[in-house]
């Protein structure tokens, strides 16, 4: 089946410890992205790479890291230097930064 | 900046009612524009856009939006909607200047059986 997994559903973590999110992807799509979604706010972007080897910040990146070594694979760290890392977590991507994004099925990640 | 207005949080509907979703953007310049759809337990998914041509759009299940350029709008509508439609609803536009799709806050459809 072709999609975007996203791993673990629920994650949990002490204040202080980095964390990373996986997202993967077999759509052969270049562009992939991360979003936070909070109730009542929406969507906004964390970070997103139009091709391997380049990512570009979104409007809330502060906090977090990415990389993009591989097509498929686009992780998430979320450092202890982001202040309220409680949240959802999507994952999208999308043939180029103009079509429509496909989304994964998010990680709820709380720290506590 | 740009920005994405969506009127209402919450609209509850008995089922074969008529809905309409608004949906408001602030951008100048060209647009891609989409309406996303998440049931619950689900995944977002696409329910229908527009990139040019026809103004008037038809998507998944019923559900058209209309794109009316002077109004700076893209309102989702249903003439009738089911039990089936209860999920949130996100409105989210593409201008052409630095290709991030900026998101509209949601509204969450509630249909009465």
């Known amino acids: 089946d072709g999609g975007i997994t996203q791993s673990p559903k629920y994650l949990f973590r002490k204040e202080g410890q980095n964390v990373t999110l996986s997202c993967e992807q077999n759509?052969?799509?270049?562009?992939m992205y991360w979003y936070r979604q909070d109730p009542g706010q929406g969507l906004r972007l964390i970070y997103y790479?139009?091709?391997?080897?380049?990512?570009q910040k979104g409007d809330i990146a502060e906090g977090y890291s990415v990389s993009r070594e591989k097509k498929e694979s686009f992780p998430l760290t979320v450092t202890s230097a982001q202040k309220n890392p409680t949240a959802f977590y999507l994952c999208?991507?999308?043939?180029?930064?103009?079509?429509?994004?496909?989304f994964g099925p998010g990680t709820r990640l709380t720290v506590t | 900046a740009q920005s994405v207005s969506q009127h209402n949080h919450h609209v509850i509907l008995s089922e074969a009612a008529s809905l309409e979703l608004g949906c408001n953007y602030s951008?100048?310049?060209?647009?891609?524009l989409f309406w996303y759809v998440q049931y619950p337990g689900q995944h977002l998914q696409l329910l229908l856009k527009?990139?040019?041509?026809d103004p008037l759009v038809k998507g998944i299940k019923g559900f058209e939006a209309e794109f009316i350029k002077s109004k700076f709008s893209f309102n989702l509508r249903k003439p009738s909607v089911q039990w089936s439609d209860t999920a949130e609803y996100f409105c989210?536009?593409?201008?052409?200047?630095?290709?991030?799709?900026?998101w509209g806050a949601g509204t969450k459809l509630i249909i009465k059986p």
């Open positions: 999208a991507s999308s043939f180029s930064v103009k079509d429509e994004q496909y």
């Open positions: 759509l052969n799509h270049d562009a």
């Open positions: 790479s139009q091709i391997v080897n380049d990512f």
């Open positions: 951008y100048g310049g060209t647009v891609n």
């Open positions: 527009y990139f040019s041509g």
């Open positions: 989210a536009v593409l201008g052409d200047s630095n290709y991030q799709l900026i």
